[in-house]
């Protein structure tokens, strides 16, 4: 059973440019976290994503930013017009059923990252 | 608005002592906190996590402790081995999972 996947690992982005991250879940996790660091700074969240649902996107920037998890294939986080301090490491979870809130103990798997360097 | 603190960014200990991580929170309505492991170049896996209702738990060489009331959990590790030499976060939930700016612990041989 593969862990999450993300790809690419590293990815350089001009000013302007669009950035896509991707995130493929464990398998039979259908819940999804997206979580960046920025230096010298913990993890914050940034979406909660359920299969083709967009559950709790109160981290994510307003403007620039969207995410997705479509029915089939991977999460999407895609950040537009990208600028300097997006650079950052960007970290996808899956759990196989909520993660926080009132749900009971779940485990959640983070990914490698993905580390993107805006230039 | 950092919710979730953890005030010491590295820490350094001998192989075969404690390991004493510091955590500190201001929101009371957290009710479940997790202890993440980070190396370098990889993502935060998970170590051990505590109920708002118990003041302790227990995994091997892992101690994690709560005091509700200094609202203030902590994670020990005895005895401390070179490879526990990694970042480690604090993170608590009311809604998601809110994470501090970690701690580096060194174990030096």
């Known amino acids: 059973n593969a862990g999450v996947m993300q790809n690419p690992r590293h990815l350089v982005r001009r000013r302007g440019q669009e950035a896509r991250l991707r995130c493929s879940p464990m398998?039979?996790?259908?819940?999804v976290y997206w979580y960046r660091q920025l230096p010298e700074e913990g993890l914050k969240f940034m979406v909660y994503?359920?299969?083709?649902?967009?559950?709790?996107e109160s981290g994510m920037p307003k403007e620039r930013f969207s995410a997705e998890f479509p029915k089939e294939g991977p999460s999407i986080l895609r950040i537009q017009q990208v600028v300097r301090g997006d650079s950052a490491a960007y970290f996808c979870?899956?759990?196989?059923?909520?993660?926080?809130?009132?749900?009971?103990?779940?485990?959640?798997?983070f990914g490698q990252g993905t580390r993107l360097t805006v230039v | 608005d950092q919710q979730v603190k953890q005030n010491s960014p590295s820490l350094s200990v001998q192989e075969g002592r404690i390991s004493i991580l510091n955590c500190d929170y201001t929101?009371?309505?957290?009710?479940?906190f997790l202890w993440y492991k980070k190396y370098p170049a990889e993502g935060p896996t998970f170590l051990i996590s505590?109920?708002?209702?118990?003041d302790k738990n227990e995994d091997g060489r892992f101690t994690v402790f709560l005091n509700k009331s200094a609202k203030h959990l902590s994670l020990h590790i005895v005895p401390s081995q070179p490879g526990d030499s990694a970042v480690y976060f604090c993170?608590?939930?009311?809604?998601?999972?809110?994470f501090g700016t970690g701690t580096r612990l060194k174990v030096l041989a």
């Open positions: 979870a899956s759990s196989p059923r909520q993660w926080g809130g009132t749900a009971l103990n779940t485990e959640a798997f």
């Open positions: 398998k039979g996790h259908s819940h």
């Open positions: 994503l359920q299969k083709e649902n967009i559950i709790d």
């Open positions: 929101n009371s309505m957290f009710d479940y």
């Open positions: 505590i109920s708002s209702i118990k």
């Open positions: 993170a608590a939930s009311a809604r998601r999972y809110i």
